[in-house]
């Protein structure tokens, strides 16, 4: 009784409209009070860490993190996914594997294995760069203050390093409380169109709990004020979620979530063909599928 009612409060909270520009606020409230705190000079060295970190992630390393995701990063976690009896820890072999199981019921394009490929890669690249957010953001205060130690004292007079200026101190961490909640939402915002497609329609609900479907709406980020602005940004800086199959350009919010509408659909619409109910059979939901060993 005490987890429903748990659970009833935490619906009721977070379907609160504005939810997400509600937690944004306070986020970089957070961040404006800790360049406060910090003062003008470690909090702008700590901004600067921070934007050549994302820029090196983002234009030199984000490629070769996704390989990683791919590859090596859910088997180290310890998650496999699992479709009937084949299971992996690859997404461009979980993406296959479904495909192959519903190939006959899928537009022609599902059937062209470099467009497999290529939207698996995409897919990798924006849970790489949630990743690599979430790591510099909870390692650039650490990386920043040891640089800071090791550099910035030798080069800034101690009397000058006195002289705190907290005010524009947090000014700087409002400002890299903003380039964090950006580079959050450029990931967020190519994959939640999926899960929050599945989770408003009727073919979508066995893909997740009621307890899952409310979070996944809650932290959309196009429930967020700020939305219009993060396709900008990403695409000024060069998207890295697009690709190109046979001089065609796909997207990967738009192509990942007619992934999810189409699997769910059918799932949600057996065939009268024995040997296709089979195969919806095995393939049930993969969110049910998830394992941690």
């Keep these: 009784m ?21 937690i944004l606020v306070l986020f970089l409230f957070i961040g404006a009070s800790i ?18 970190l994302l820029l090196i992630s983002w234009f030199v390393l984000l490629d070769a993190i996704a390989v990683f995701v791919n590859t090596r990063l859910f088997s180290l976690l310890g998650v496999t996914f699992k479709v009937g009896e084949f299971s992996t820890s690859s997404i461009e072999e979980l993406i296959g594997c479904i495909v192959e199981l519903f190939k006959n019921e899928l537009p022609e394009k599902y059937s062209n294995p470099d467009y497999i490929s290529s939207l698996s890669s995409s897919i990798c690249k ?23 130690f090791l ?7 101690e009397k000058l390093r006195k002289v705190k200026l907290r005010l524009i101190g947090a000014l700087m961490g409002l400002i890299q409380a903003v380039v964090i909640v950006f580079a959050y939402i450029i990931s ?35 429930n967020s004020m700020v ?14 979620f697009g690709f190109v199959i046979d ?47």
Excluded: C
């Design 2 to 22: 005490m987890l429903a009612d748990n659970s009833s409060i935490i619906g009721f909270i977070i379907s609160f409209p504005y939810f997400l520009d509600i």
């Design 126 to 148: 924006s849970i790489a760069w949630l990743v690599v957010v979430i790591s510099i953001h909870l390692l650039s205060w650490v990386l920043s203050g040891i640089l800071y």
């Design 188 to 222: 967020l915002s190519n994959i939640s169109p999926a899960f929050s497609s599945i989770s408003n329609s009727e073919e979508g609900g066995g893909w997740f709990d009621s307890n899952i479907q409310m979070v996944l709406e809650a932290f959309n980020p196009y």
């Design 151 to 157: 550099i910035m004292r030798l080069v800034i007079p």
């Design 247 to 293: 001089e065609k350009n796909y997207k990967l919010g738009e192509e990942f979530k007619e992934f999810f509408e189409l699997i769910s659909k059918i799932t949600a619409n057996p065939s009268e063909d024995e040997e296709n109910n089979e195969a919806e059979e095995l393939s049930m939901f993969i969110i049910d599928y998830v394992e941690i060993l």
């Design 227 to 240: 939305s219009p602005y993060v396709k900008t940004i990403e695409n000024g800086l060069g998207s890295k």
């Design 35 to 52: 360049g406060y705190a910090r003062g003008f000079w470690r909090g702008t060295f700590n901004l600067i860490i921070t934007i050549i």
